[in-house]
């Protein structure tokens, strides 16, 4: 999507807050991703080392043995009970927005997509962080946003797949409602949690954190028929080992394959009778998880028996969420934004 240049001052964006990794896409054309951490010092010593008071992104996860780590989104929404976790959100959005240029005193607009479920418990959590950082704030679901930044608003179903949620929302020309979506918590990290699991079972000798484990998952996933043998590096007291883990990879995805496509048929049985074919041919999935490979292919397969469809994946998945909400930012009018106290 070609941004555009706003006569007004006034700086649109559109910022998906992920579990894994939240990006941020700007009117002026600005595009920042970060992975979806945020660490302290623990201590004097590691302020010394690290000479921040703060790490965000990469930076963090590469230093974490100093920091007091916090990953503060789960399953989409804010960890509860730990103002850290608050703060580190609030972190993630600050670091979003410097990165793409907003200038002090500038109005900021912002659209932020969350899972299709959290927005009833999460806007005011929401509201209150980013309080401050913009002057106007718009929440909607992840897959709507995807969908407004695609286009594709009639007759088509998203599936965003991403590390916390599996999101599902059919576009019937119109905002969807409530009926029109739904949230899953088998993604990514459930994959992840599978993963390792398994390895354990099969490799007891074998040590391993879940940073590796999520490492092979993103560069190795797969469903279907592997195309050859997946070896990994671990330690065996202390021993640089190499395992295989073909089985565990594909059998921890395909714990992804029943709740996806079981949701993904029971939204297609619910669209009006003459829509149907409509939207089975016009299946969208996104997310970081979307790029499990085989899992489109197994999909489309999975409706055969309902008459055929397409899944078109998309292929870079890293700005489809902000893009989408940037796309709405630009067009939203006057009354849908939420107005937020002014900048401290």
Request: with cysteine.
């Amino acid at each position: 999507m070609e941004a555009k240049n706003t006569t007004d001052g006034v700086l649109h964006v559109g910022i998906d807050l992920g579990t894994s990794r939240s990006s941020i896409s700007a009117s002026d054309g600005q595009k920042v991703v970060v992975d979806s951490y945020v660490g302290w010092p623990v201590d004097m010593v590691a302020v010394k080392v690290l000479k921040k008071k703060i790490l965000i992104g990469e930076q963090a996860l590469k230093n974490r043995v100093m920091l007091d780590l916090h990953r503060p989104l789960e399953r989409g929404l804010i960890k509860e009970g730990s103002d850290k976790d608050l703060q580190a959100v609030r972190e993630i959005i600050g670091y979003l927005l410097k990165r793409a240029g907003v200038k002090s005193g500038r109005e900021v607009r912002a659209v932020i997509g969350v899972p299709a479920e959290a927005m009833r418990v999460n806007k005011q959590q929401l509201r209150n962080v980013l309080s401050g950082l913009v002057d106007s704030l718009m929440i909607v679901s992840e897959p709507f946003a995807v969908a407004y930044g695609l286009d594709a608003l009639l007759h088509a179903l998203i599936i965003d797949i991403g590390a916390g949620t599996a999101d599902f929302c059919v576009m019937k020309g119109r905002f969807p409602t409530d009926e029109d979506q739904r949230t899953l918590t088998q993604a990514g990290d459930s994959v992840d949690e599978q993963l390792g699991k398994f390895i354990s079972a099969s490799h007891p000798d074998v040590t391993f954190s879940e940073h590796m484990v999520r490492e092979w998952k993103e560069k190795y996933a797969f469903v279907g028929k592997p195309q050859g043998h997946i070896k990994v590096m671990a330690p065996v007291q202390g021993k640089p080992t190499e395992i295989d883990i073909t089985a565990e990879i594909r059998a921890a995805c395909e714990s992804l394959l029943a709740p996806v496509t079981e949701t993904m048929i029971e939204f297609l049985a619910k669209v009006e009778p003459e829509y149907q074919a409509d939207v089975r041919n016009h299946i969208v999935l996104t997310g970081g998880s979307a790029l499990i490979r085989g899992l489109g292919e197994t999909l489309e397969l999975a409706l055969d028996e309902y008459g055929g469809g397409s899944v078109r994946r998309v292929e870079d998945p890293v700005f489809v969420g902000s893009d989408g909400g940037l796309a709405i930012a630009l067009d939203a009018p006057a009354k849908d934004w939420d107005k937020l106290p002014a900048k401290r």
